[in-house]
C-alpha cells in the first residue's frame, strides 16, 4: 500500500542541556523533509526549546509522572504513555517514527522510512556511524548493530504494540535513552503479533561521542521480557545483550536486499559548508607532518571537519578519532590516534579562552587503576597496550587539560617510525605552552612499567 510523505510522524525528545546544536539541527532537517516532526518534553525542557527556536507546534508536551524522573532522576519520556500519547490509530492516521534525538535523515524524503512500511508493518532501523554527517558519503557505510535507533510503525502496528507493552514487566522503566529499552521494542517488532522486521537504516547518520550511559545493570530489568518475547534466556545482562545483538546481526542480514535498495533509491548527503581559511590550513599542516594521511583520508573531509568544530567553538576527539583512525592495522593506528590527538590540540590552539593544562590529578581519580588494568589487559602485547595507553593520554590532555609527562615518555619509547615520534614532539609543543607551571615540563625516560 502506498504512503505518502505527509503522512508520516517523527517523534523525538530533544535534549536541551547536552548536545543541543546538533539535536536542533537533526529536528530541523525531519521538518525540512515535509513530515509533521515532535519533540516529548516537560514542561520545564520545553521552555528552553522554545528560546532555541523550536516552535510551540513541534513539542509534545509530558507531565512528570509520564517521564522517567522518578525512576532514574532525570525526565527523559517513558515509552509506554509516549506511545499511547502519539497520533491515532484509525484508518485515516499514518505511520509513525521514534527516533532518536541525534540521528540526521540523509534521505531525500521520508520515503525512506515510510518504503519499509510496503514490505512490512513495523521496523526497527539502525543507525550509521560517522565523525561528522557534513563528510558521510554514499560510500561511507558503518551501520551499528549494538543496538536500534529509530522503529517506524504502521497504524495497526502501532496499536499492537501499545497493547504489548502494557504486558511487559519492564514497562514501567522503560525510557528513551535507558540502557534496554531499544531491545524490547525490537522484540516486540519481530513479535508474531506485529510481525515486523529489523533493517540497516543506510541514512540515519550519527555523530560519533562518547558513549553516555553503560549501566548494564539496568539492563537486568528487561531480561524477563528478553526471555518472553525473544527466547533469550541467559541470567547475565551482558551476555543477554550479546544475544540478542546477534539477533539483530541476522535480521539486518536478511533484510539487507531493502536496505541497499532504500539507500539507492533516497540517500542524499546532508549540506555542507565550506571550510575556512583556518581550518584548511590544519589540515595541511597535518598532511605534512604525516604524509600518509592524505591516502587514508581526505583532506577536504578533514577540513570540513574542522570548519565544523572551528564554527562550533569546540572540538571533539571521540568525533576526530572516527575520522582519522580508519586503518585497525596497529602499526598505522598509532599513528593515527596521535594525528587525532594533534588535531584537537591545533583545534584548542585557535580558541582565545583555551583552558591551561596541568600535571596534578585530581584526587579520587583513576589513572593509576585504569592503567594497571590495561597492563593486566594486555601483558604479552605491548602494541595494544600502547595503543589504550595513548587514548588515556589524549583524553587525560584533550579533554580534562592534564598532561603526564611519564606516559608522554613512555609513548615516546614506543615509536617505530620518524612520522610518531615526529607527531608525539608537536604534542610536546602544545602541551608546554599551556602548562600552568612556570617552566616547560621536561620529559625524562622511565620503564614502560612505570607509565602508570
Not at 574542522?306 to 572516527?322: F, Q
Not at 599513528?335 to 580558541?351: G, H
Request: proline share 9%; hydrophobic share 40%.
Amino acid at each position: 500500500m502506498a504512503r505518502t510523505t505527509q503522512e508520516l510522524t517523527v517523534v523525538t525528545s530533544l535534549n536541551p542541556f547536552s548536545r543541543a546544536p546538533l539535536q536542533l539541527r537533526c529536528f530541523q532537517a525531519w521538518k525540512a523533509l515535509g513530515v509533521r516532526s515532535l519533540s516529548a518534553n516537560t514542561d520545564a525542557e520545553a521552555d528552553l526549546l522554545l528560546d532555541m527556536g523550536l516552535e510551540a507546534t513541534d513539542i509534545l508536551r509530558l507531565p512528570p509522572e509520564q517521564t522517567g524522573q522518578a525512576i532514574h532522576g532525570k525526565p527523559v519520556p517513558r515509552v509506554a504513555p509516549l506511545l499511547q500519547a502519539l497520533p491515532g490509530t484509525g484508518p485515516d492516521s499514518g505511520p509513525v517514527a521514534v527516533v532518536n534525538s541525534d540521528l540526521y535523515p540523509a534521505m531525500r524524503s521520508a520515503d525512506g522510512l515510510s518504503y519499509w512500511l510496503d514490505h512490512m508493518p513495523a521496523v526497527a532501523l539502525t543507525r550509521e556511524d560517522c565523525a561528522s554527517p557534513e563528510i558521510y558519503g554514499f560510500a561511507d557505510q558503518s551501520p551499528y548493530r549494538g543496538g536500534l535507533d529509530a522503529f517506524v510503525l504502521s497504524p495497526p502496528a502501532l496499536a499492537r504494540v501499545q497493547a504489548l507493552i502494557d504486558r511487559c514487566a519492564s514497562a514501567g522503566r522503560m525510557c528513551f535513552g535507558i540502557p534496554g529499552w531499544d531491545y524490547v521494542m525490537a522484540a516486540l517488532i519481530l513479535s508474531p503479533q506485529v510481525g515486523g522486521g529489523l533493517g540497516d537504516s543506510g541514512m540515519l547518520l550519527h555523530e560519533s561521542h562518547p558513549t553516555t550511559y553503560g549501566d548494564m545493570g539496568e539492563f537486568a530489568h528487561y531480561l524477563p521480557d528478553m526471555h518472553r518475547l525473544a527466547g533469550i534466556a541467559d541470567p547475565d545482562p551482558t551476555a543477554a545483550a550479546a544475544a540478542f545483538k546477534s539477533v539483530i546481526d541476522r535480521e539486518c542480514e536478511r533484510n539487507a536486499a531493502h536496505s541497499r535498495r532504500v539507500r539507492t533509491m533516497m540517500f542524499t548527503p546532508p549540506p555542507a559548508r565550506l571550510p575556512d581559511a583556518e581550518a584548511q590550513a590544519l589540515t595541511n599542516r597535518l598532511i605534512r607532518l604525516s604524509p600518509t594521511l592524505a591516502w587514508a583520508c581526505p583532506p577536504a573531509s578533514i577540513a570540513l571537519l574542522a570548519a565544523r568544530d572551528r564554527a562550533e567553538g569546540g572540538c571533539d576527539l571521540t568525533r576526530a578519532r572516527a575520522l582519522l583512525e580508519i586503518n585497525p592495522d596497529p602499526y598505522q593506528r598509532f599513528a593515527q590516534r596521535l594525528l587525532a590527538i594533534l588535531y584537537c590540540l591545533d583545534l584548542q590552539a585557535m580558541m582565545p579562552d583555551r583552558p591551561a593544562l596541568t600535571q596534578t590529578y585530581p584526587p579520587g581519580n583513576l589513572h593509576n587503576a585504569t592503567i594497571r588494568y590495561l597492563q593486566e589487559l594486555h601483558p604479552k602485547n605491548p602494541r595494544a597496550l600502547k595503543l589504550e595507553i595513548a587514548l588515556i593520554f589524549g583524553a587525560e590532555l584533550v579533554e580534562h587539560g592534564i598532561f603526564n609527562p611519564r606516559i608522554y615518555n613512555y609513548l615516546v619509547q614506543g615509536c617505530e617510525t620518524d612520522e610518531e615520534r615526529r607527531l608525539l614532539a608537536e604534542i610536546l609543543i602544545h602541551a608546554q605552552a599551556r602548562l600552568q607551571s612556570a617552566g616547560p615540563a621536561q620529559p625524562h625516560v622511565e620503564r614502560s612499567s612505570d607509565a602508570a
